[in-house]
């Protein structure tokens, strides 16, 4: 049984590097498919996915606990949904929001806080 | 001076609640604001609770419309991480549940588009014939709306001869009745002095949005997950991409009858090569390590993402829905749109809510 079945991960170390890496992946012509977040290690673990000619590419990067990610929402417009719900759910707060919904995409004010966290 | 207009959450042409906050300027869109919550149902926290097995349940009933795609999807995401090949037979199964319910969610929409733009006697025809193929499902799979099909190791029913005469009539009955239909979307003069050169969307730009499904293929990308090495079968089956050009409400109009005849192609393909055998293999064991699975549903690309630790339950699963991937484009294609017309376009990306929310 394989332990790992996502072909083409990149693993980045920082969050310029995955800035840069995001709009390499434009430049390169990929489009944006979404953006995976995963509890690890106290912090998170952020997979963004993209597609060109049929295939996937990935790019994982590791949150540290307290650290605030920046939104890659100014390169790819459509990723602020997805980032906007990752602070609704796991209670990330994402730097540079072209729309911040604030942790109130789907929650309201009464709703459990952070419930995938 | 510009004046905000709340779009929704209630709204004659809105099947479901979404709202829209329109900033207009003489009565032309000028800025959109989005809204969701309304359904979120937190289905991805509550899988923490169903083995995954059961959670090929909840996947269905993330959407009422394309219930079928979702467990499919998800049972070969979960394959993957067993490394488990599933019987030909199983596969030809799926092919035949997946475009049975794209036909029925694409006549669906017809129908609500038609009414969206006031054609009622339009919107009764395509609902009418809609009606053919839920029934067709409903004896195929014992409901209309929740099919159950597939499960993880291939699919939970067959199919038998009398059940495969019955879908070959129904298509061959549907097929005509299709063309006239698309007689009227395609070539009557108030339906194209609606759609043509509204809320248009280059190639490019629908590209670089992130669409997904017919908003991206009425743009000219001809980006279809059945053509991508997890759905070798779909080339088997000689499967074409449709596409538009035109980037407007007429082209995702036109993209979707033309996957209307592709589908009842598929089927009717599938059946003639139904090979005989197994329905399903026995998965053993809990899953380990983690999968991305994406299947074309009617409205756009899907994605599952599942993480097993070991256990009975998923230790992650993700979805990402095609209205999720559609909704930022109307932040692109409603500016310059007049308020009339904002009902149309919004209902080309096809939305639905309780797929994006989850």
Redesign the interface.
């Known amino acids: 049984m394989p332990d790992n079945v996502i072909q083409n991960i990149t693993e980045i170390k920082s969050m310029p590097e995955v800035l840069k890496a995001v709009e390499g992946m434009k430049g390169d012509g990929y489009r944006y498919v979404t953006m995976i977040c995963l509890k690890a290690n106290e912090g998170h673990e952020l997979i963004y996915v993209f597609e060109k000619d049929d295939k996937l590419k990935h790019l994982r990067y590791f949150v540290k606990p307290g650290e605030k990610p920046k939104s890659v929402s100014g390169i790819y417009l459509c990723a602020l949904l997805i980032e906007n719900e990752y602070q609704d759910l796991f209670g990330l707060t994402f730097e540079g929001l072209a729309i911040d919904y604030k942790g109130h995409l789907y929650l309201t004010p009464n709703s459990p806080k952070t419930p995938l966290a | 001076m510009t004046t905000v207009i709340p779009f929704g959450p209630q709204h004659p042409v809105l099947p479901e609640p979404v709202s829209l906050k329109l900033e207009i300027d003489n009565d032309v869109v000028v800025g959109v604001?989005p809204s969701?919550?309304y359904v979120?149902r937190?289905l991805?926290?509550f899988i923490d609770t169903k083995d995954y097995n059961q959670t090929m349940y909840i996947c269905e009933r993330i959407c009422g419309i394309c219930s079928g795609i979702h467990g499919i999807t998800y049972s070969r995401a979960v394959e993957?991480?067993?490394?488990v090949e599933i019987p030909e037979r199983a596969q030809y199964l799926r092919v035949i549940n997946s475009e049975l319910c794209r036909i029925h969610s694409h006549l669906l929409w017809l129908g609500l588009f038609a009414d969206g733009f006031g054609f009622e006697s339009l919107f009764y025809e395509c609902w009418k014939y809609r009606e053919d193929v839920l029934d067709l499902l409903e004896r195929f799979t014992g409901n209309r709306v929740i099919h159950s099909m597939s499960k993880v190791g291939g699919a939970s029913r067959d199919l038998t001869k009398e059940q495969i005469d019955q879908i070959l009539k129904t298509l061959d009955d549907l097929e005509p009745k299709v063309k006239n239909i698309e007689k009227v979307f395609v070539n009557n003069y108030t339906v194209k002095k609606r759609l043509v050169g509204l809320g248009v969307m280059s190639k490019q730009l629908a590209?670089?949005?992130?669409?997904a499904g017919p908003t991206l293929r009425g743009s000219g990308n001809a980006?279809d997950?059945r053509?991508?090495?997890d759905w070798d079968i779909y080339r088997d089956l000689g499967f074409k991409t449709a596409t538009e050009k035109e980037g407007d409400c007429y082209g995702r109009t036109k993209v979707r009858i033309d996957e209307i005849y592709e589908s009842i192609k598929l089927v009717r393909n599938a059946i003639s090569k139904l090979p005989d055998g197994e329905i399903a293999t026995r998965v053993k064991g809990f899953p380990?390590?983690?999968?991305?699975m994406?299947a074309e549903q009617p409205r756009g690309?899907v994605?599952y993402?599942v993480?097993g630790n070991g256990t009975k339950n998923l230790?992650?699963l993700?979805v990402?829905t095609p209205t999720?991937?559609n909704?930022?484009?109307l932040?692109?294609m409603l500016p310059g749109v007049k308020l009339a017309d904002v009902p149309i376009v919004v209902l080309t990306i096809d939305p639905c809510i309780s797929c994006t929310?989850r």
Not at chain 2, 80 to 83: E, G, I, M, R, Y
Not at chain 2, 207 to 211: H, K, R, S, V
Not at chain 2, 288 to 292: D, K, L, S, V
Request: overall charge neutral; aromatic content about 10%.
């Open positions: 604001l969701l919550g979120h937190g991805e926290k993957k991480l067993f490394d590209y670089e949005a992130g669409t980006v997950v053509n991508t090495a380990t390590g983690e999968a991305i994406r690309e994605v993402y993480k230790e992650r993700k990402r999720f991937a909704i930022p484009s932040l692109l929310e």
